[in-house]
């Protein structure tokens, strides 16, 4: 939770507000009871004024337009759903399920910061620790790219601009077996969870778009019998999914964020009524979200591999009598 | 379904397997009746024996390796649900959602092959035509690289080996309002469908992987008002959906195929049993599966644009009294 | 809220607990916004200590046993989500489902007291109103029979024991074409929504178990037509519902209540330890749930006809096009 | 399937429809694949004309008013998802899932003819075998009774009118823990999956109805201890589940069905015009559905089982860790 945040470094909004999370139910003598667990944060540093000048213009590539469109009305203080403030709800969830997956399967996953703007860092995402990935305010974790990463973000601060980038993500001691044969195969609901985080525009797994330039013979990806006798794919271009269920090999996922909607610089536009204007963002907001992002990442993935480790579960015992 | 049918031109799998749909159910006077529509094609063309060779040895890059690994069985004749057979089912309701979004909205939806290996089209995705997409076998819509793309693929063929490329896919005359704003977003549930079809890597919307590279600024898209009084963005960068609901603005999204796992090309691998083994595929197999995929994507679009009209028409009408 | 709370009279608990609700998202300016409402009640009138005989031993009859051997802990502090406190959120879920339901049909919902113990109310249901149900603390209509069932929930009270009963249900002003012809037939969604109450044992509708003994041609129900034209069931004997879809005639419902298994009178049983014991409830219980089970049982019906409005309205218009 | 075919015995609808199975997907030499178990019937002696009187009349009491009014269209030949034919598909699967439950629990679903018209058996269903209910037409385990509902069930036959009754259901060797604690209950699942078979009024469990007129001293069930050390209540009067979870006792339904809707005798009603006409039913249509509604009872109550075991089994390792 202190990963994703706001106010946690100087390249990250302002906004302190606390994150403390108020457990309601489902926890007794520290074990779950079988019963929800719910959670709530109460926010001690909320400035609807900062939010006064969306009451009748919308932001430019935000929310605010579609949801006063499909509801006819809008919560214009704070964004409501479309504020990055709603992903606290999901990295409280994704702690209890990278426990669940460390236990049942030794799980680790590590998303990190792997572009910004047009600066990309050269990683092998199998070698990626959560320790280099803490190292930098940036959590990228090669330390060249960072220093460069932070100073590119504090001049799109300053600038009242914002920054677009890449996270990547890894997933160690992947179980083979996880992910439905059609709709719901593992790598589709990968995509889903990932590409239903605020400002994501595209998602890739393994090879990703580079695949389209490949041939078959080149993609292709033998399989080799290790000494105690496991077959396993040699190289894993195909990211750790075979067909939509995962193969035992890494994930490797990346998802493209776009820069963020809100900023300060002004911007021609016009009102809810159709008047010009010109509007200035007033709010404390993110210049690149990509650090805080990580963290939101890596429980997305963490949630839909505990969907599917129970889905798995139901009955993987019976097939295998 | 004849856009998607094996053997309808040279540069795809020579199967000569008839997709003719028996309707057993849901169609009463040429009218459904509310009860589930049935339909059943019989596959005239089966050669399992082309398969035998699949049977100790898993293809690499194949699903054949997960399917065992999670069912403990396999059945290898054909390929089960791992083949792009399955396609059939999606592409038949498909046929019937995109009568649905026509009459109840007017919604067109084109796909089209935008870049088959490294021949990339330059193509304006709101300018397409079917027209222009049906006047290759390749379906894309750019003459020239047209030509060059199916020279590459039949070249491919030649040598047994296959080819990936990129669809991409534009959605006109969308309605402003569909869509969920947290995790059913009609882009999360638009990357899961297209990332359920066989053989993809990345699914992309608006400016999709360059949005990393974009300024707040530069990527934000202001509002204009039309002369009807009208509001919508002016430049549509973020692809026809904002904060997971859709704009109005036509939905531009793109997606890569990897060059497909069966090649007739010999590999080097290791049987199911661990005996390092040469495979050469002789099954009648696509070199490249992008212009068979069009129709595809084109249906899961419409699948999923469908599943949000419902969703959005249950209680669209309550909100908005 | 009120009708459902603790304490309102003296023969339901005498537990003081506020149910106020502290709404917490969903409305802004008086209006849903669409996000979810969640809501929220503080107990200020918890005695856990009153819990503590069942901290070793289960009640007889009482889900502690199960819930024990299914998760391997029991909350045995108020019960946790077997405790009838859980229905709160039904009825405040249902208070709004009941405001849709009369704004999009006129539909109200009536339930009411028709039975405890061996006191049974010669009701027609067709004409029970709120106003009646209201006017005894039993909240059966027939005043001669609530006057006889008060002072037998009293007696029941002063021997430490529990009763039970029927309530029965009406919907009047309902639509024709609520309900799925399968699985999700409107009834057999009612039967599980009302079967999910605590302490139910059957479910009926219309004419219920004594359709048992009636001929075909006794049990349907000819057609007839009104002055408007309008085709109707003369009788109602099906209680509304044919074939799993409502049929336009007032819906007809009745469950059977047990009498609580929380009771002061002393109960030899053998305690979680397999040693035998005497189990005195101390708690402050519902010796006849019935009264405070009449919001609950309306609740129930108005979200699983909400849930069936909202499908219906899904496709219905384009249905009918 | 044989349990549940038309022109099985003299007393039900002499209808010689084959029910013969053709299995197209999802079995390969002889195991389950994994994917969808697809099966198709044929019908050999369908007799559209049997059903012509039903184009223009509604038959009273039955789906095809309803029908008519909620999709604007009513395939009149068999009566579509309305007919008894739709649980055919509820038995083939039925028949898969007691096949997987007798192997994870031993378990053994027994359901029997109760009751016909007045006849009332007097049977303890613990101890009801298939044997004993396979040994008449009516499917009554009691003998003296089968004969007196089987001289019944002729002479409604020649009356060309139908009667009702009860079906009652047994589950021996049922696990500790199957259902879910809110709304997904066990016998809330089974209430609903038993309500919608056609022509069922009401449902109950344990002492059902009964439950109303009894003291919580006299219905609650005090735990007692094997030997083995085991705990469990001493006279399962709950029916099998204590708060929505399965206490490893017998589970112990009964199911109401109403007499059959579709009888020979003369019925006056009016026209789907409203013109008043006299309707005599032509088809070949069952007198008393309860011998035929045995097999599809024990299949619900199966397949409701079958889900909460893997419900149950995706979590219940983890949870007992």
């Known amino acids: 939770m202190d990963r994703r945040r706001p106010g946690q470094t100087g390249i990250v909004t302002p906004r302190k507000e606390s994150d403390m999370a108020y457990i309601l139910s489902g926890i007794f003598e520290n074990k779950t009871t079988g019963a929800p667990i719910c959670a709530l944060a109460l926010n001690s540093d909320a ?16 929310a605010g337009f579609t949801y006063r469109a499909k509801y006819g009305i809008y919560d214009y203080r704070g964004g409501g759903r479309s504020s990055y403030r709603e992903t606290w709800g999901r990295v409280f969830a994704g702690a209890i399920a990278k426990k669940i997956l460390k236990k049942v399967y030794g799980i680790d996953i590590i998303a990190y910061v792997n572009q910004v703007a047009d600066i990309v860092a050269p990683i092998d995402p199998n070698k990626v620790t959560l320790k280099d990935v803490e190292a930098s305010p940036t959590r990228c974790p090669h330390a060249a790219c960072a220093k460069s990463m932070e100073a590119l973000i504090e001049k ?20 083979v077996g996880l992910g439905e044969p059609v709709f719901d195969k593992l790598d589709a609901d990968l995509f889903k969870a990932l590409k239903s985080i605020h400002a994501t525009k595209s998602v890739e797994i393994g090879m990703g778009a580079d695949a389209a330039t490949m041939k078959g013979s080149e993609h292709n990806d033998p399989f080799t019998s290790s000494k105690a006798g496991e077959i396993h794919p040699l190289t894993n271009k195909a990211g750790g999914v075979l067909g939509g269920i995962s193969s035992g090999e890494n994930l490797l996922l990346r998802v493209t964020f776009k820069p963020t909607a809100t900023i300060k610089k002004p911007q021609v536009t016009v009102s809810v009524t159709g008047k010009k204007t010109v509007l ?19 429980a997305m993935v963490a949630l839909t591999l505990v969907d599917h480790y129970l889905r798995d579960h139901a009955y993987s015992d019976f097939v295998k009598r």
């Open 280 to 298: 200035e963002g007033a709010g404390r907001h993110d210049p690149c979200v990509l650090p805080r992002a990580v963290p939101t990442v890596e």
């Open 47 to 62: 400035k609807s004024e900062d939010y006064s000048a969306f009451k009748l213009t919308d932001r430019p590539g935000h």
């Open 156 to 175: 799109a601060k300053v600038e009242g601009d914002s920054l677009g980038g890449v996270v990547g993500v890894v997933v160690k001691n992947m179980p």
